[in-house]
């Protein structure tokens, strides 16, 4: 399998889904604005994605997936249909009980949660309702990774890749057709996460049959209980929740902090969000879904030396395309704040707030996408309790940072912290895997980023300059106009940076890497 044409593929289907959701966020800012009620739409999407981040795409797929590459390598096909039967058994009675809890504890969550909403009456309330109405989104998105982890383990990465694209879809109809007929539109948003989250379950379906996958659940939960293989992804996965999310309880707290700012702060920081994960995705989750699945079927295989190159592929391909992302936030982040967020409600004040948090987040961009790369290291080899000592530090630290960066920096100091964070765990994980000698960097790193920092320079000259002759805000106006304008800038950027590296040397032919299906 051609590793780079693979990543091709899934990044083509993250762009799709990341042009979608821009498409949903600017939308939603142009209808909606950034208030009270986006703040609580907003807090209470991210409490049940939270704990999808954490537990369905975070600790359960690092747990799941190794075992079953070894059950698959190892065991035959019968014993592993047995165990992604007793898996899907045991997760989805597991969840119909949390969801049932979720939607009857949503004032409890809400409280936990934006506390600082509770002198915001309607705002509460509708945080609450909004709760309920998605929470079962962590249900759907729960067996959805269970799907992904089977489909991705076989090498079909195209529909795992593409399902989000139907959650974003959902929500644009809301947003145009559901809510201008309800009461309070914000519920729209709402009822689409709902939906959306059906849709992405439902459209699994066909493609683990295809391969013979299609997991039987039944009732038998002794049965699923006592299998071996389940009792080991059970163990795996406890501590790997704060191995893999450690950024993401640091968000849920500052969610909290967030709502006891000026109303807007939730959603400037979301939308900050939604920019700095447009790379995030592209890169370091493609690179991180096929990278797993790879590095567990070379550790099962004891191939120490693929394990490493593998590592190192993905390291390379990670500075090669992280960072001119993280250099372009921090360049001209008015300038892509305006040009996908300056609609509507969305005003020049918004811009300027959601901006200061980009550029904030921007600083870690690159820790954030790195620890994708280096969690599945520790994690194919079913090893959790390093990256648990490494979490439970970087969480510490995160919330020491707020005291600094909060007092000074308002709500974009609590983007700083996670990146600052992000960028302290991407450091501690690779030191591990170099000291257990996991990862050997093949030679040739010093010239290699002794190239990219020069045409980095060369791009942001060029992204900083032509930004600087385009008045933004003045072209709320003119949002097509705009847009070409910025479409100009990036071609012109990326032209001068591929421009450079090609002139230094660099090749795409030096970043294929094929593996054995």
């Known amino acids: 399998m051609n590793l780079?044409?693979?990543?091709?593929?899934?990044?083509?289907?993250?762009?799709?889904?990341?042009?979608?959701?821009?498409?949903?966020?600017?939308?939603?800012?142009t209808q909606f604005g950034a208030n009270g009620m986006t703040d609580a739409f907003n807090t209470a999407f991210r409490i049940p994605n939270l704990l999808r981040r954490l537990f369905a795409e975070g600790a359960f797929s690092q747990a799941f997936v190794p075992i079953l590459a070894e059950y698959k390598t190892r065991s035959g096909e019968e014993r592993t249909r047995e165990?992604?039967?007793?898996?899907?058994?045991?997760?989805?009675?597991?969840?119909?009980?949390?969801?049932?809890?979720?939607?009857l504890g949503a004032p409890v969550i809400t409280y936990f949660a934006a506390k600082g909403f509770m002198s915001r009456p309607d705002d509460y309330h509708a945080t609450i309702v909004m709760t309920r109405i998605m929470f079962p989104y962590i249900g759907?998105?729960?067996?959805?990774?269970?799907?992904?982890?089977?489909?991705?383990?076989?090498?079909?990465?195209?529909?795992?890749?593409?399902?989000?694209?139907?959650?974003?879809?959902?929500?644009?109809?809301?947003?145009?057709?559901?809510?201008?007929?309800?009461?309070?539109?914000?519920?729209?948003?709402?009822?689409?996460?709902?939906?959306?989250?059906?849709?992405?379950?439902?459209?699994?379906?066909?493609?683990?049959?295809?391969?013979?996958?299609?997991?039987?659940?039944?009732?038998?939960?002794?049965?699923?209980?006592?299998?071996?293989?389940?009792?080991?992804?059970?163990?795996?996965?406890?501590?790997?929740?704060?191995?893999?999310?450690?950024?993401?309880?640091?968000?849920?707290?500052?969610?909290?902090?967030?709502?006891?700012?000026?109303a807007g702060s939730t959603s400037w920081l979301a939308s900050a969000d939604r920019l700095m994960e447009f790379p995030?995705?592209?890169?370091?989750?493609?690179?991180?879904?096929?990278?797993?699945?790879?590095?567990?079927?070379a550790n099962s295989a004891g191939d120490t030396k693929e394990y490493s190159d593998l590592l190192d592929w993905g390291l390379r391909l990670t500075f090669l395309l992280a960072m001119p992302a993280a250099v372009a936030l921090a360049i001209i982040p008015e300038a892509l704040t305006a040009t996908l967020f300056h609609h509507g409600k969305f005003d020049a004040h918004a811009v300027h707030m959601t901006s200061n948090a980009l550029v904030s987040y921007g600083i870690g961009l690159l820790g954030l996408i790195v620890v994708k790369i280096l969690a599945p290291g520790f994690y194919a080899q079913q090893n959790v309790r390093t990256p648990v000592k490494i979490a439970v530090s970087v969480l510490i630290t995160t919330q020491l940072l707020n005291l600094i960066f909060v007092p000074m920096f308002a709500h974009a100091g609590l983007a700083l912290s996670v990146g600052l964070g992000a960028c302290m765990n991407a450091t501690l994980l690779y030191t591990g895997l170099r000291k257990r000698g996991i990862y050997k960097p093949r030679p040739g790193w010093f010239l290699f980023l002794l190239k990219l920092i020069a045409a980095l320079m060369l791009l942001a000259a060029t992204a900083s300059y032509i930004s600087d002759q385009i008045p933004w805000l003045e072209l709320k106006s003119m949002p097509v106009l705009r847009l070409g304008l910025m479409v100009m800038l990036m071609v012109a950027s990326a032209g001068i940076y591929f421009a450079a590296l090609g002139l230094m040397g660099f090749r795409p032919k030096d970043f294929r890497k094929t593996t054995r299906a």
């Open 4 to 29: 780079l044409k693979t990543l091709v593929s899934i990044s083509g289907m993250t762009m799709l889904s990341r042009i979608t959701g821009l498409a949903r966020d600017v939308l939603i800012s």
């Open 83 to 103: 165990l992604v039967d007793h898996v899907a058994t045991l997760l989805t009675w597991a969840l119909v009980v949390t969801c049932l809890l979720g939607v």
């Open 140 to 262: 759907f998105m729960s067996m959805v990774a269970l799907a992904g982890g089977i489909l991705n383990t076989w090498r079909e990465f195209k529909v795992p890749a593409f399902t989000p694209v139907l959650y974003n879809l959902c929500s644009i109809a809301a947003s145009l057709w559901l809510a201008p007929r309800m009461e309070q539109p914000i519920y729209a948003l709402a009822i689409a996460v709902f939906v959306g989250g059906l849709l992405q379950l439902s459209i699994q379906i066909p493609a683990l049959a295809k391969i013979g996958m299609l997991p039987r659940i039944g009732f038998g939960m002794r049965a699923a209980w006592q299998d071996e293989g389940v009792r080991r992804i059970l163990r795996n996965m406890a501590p790997a929740i704060l191995a893999v999310s450690a950024s993401q309880i640091s968000i849920l707290i500052n969610t909290r902090l967030a709502s006891e700012m000026v």
């Open 280 to 297: 995030t995705a592209m890169l370091g989750v493609a690179l991180g879904t096929i990278l797993l699945p790879g590095l567990s079927k």
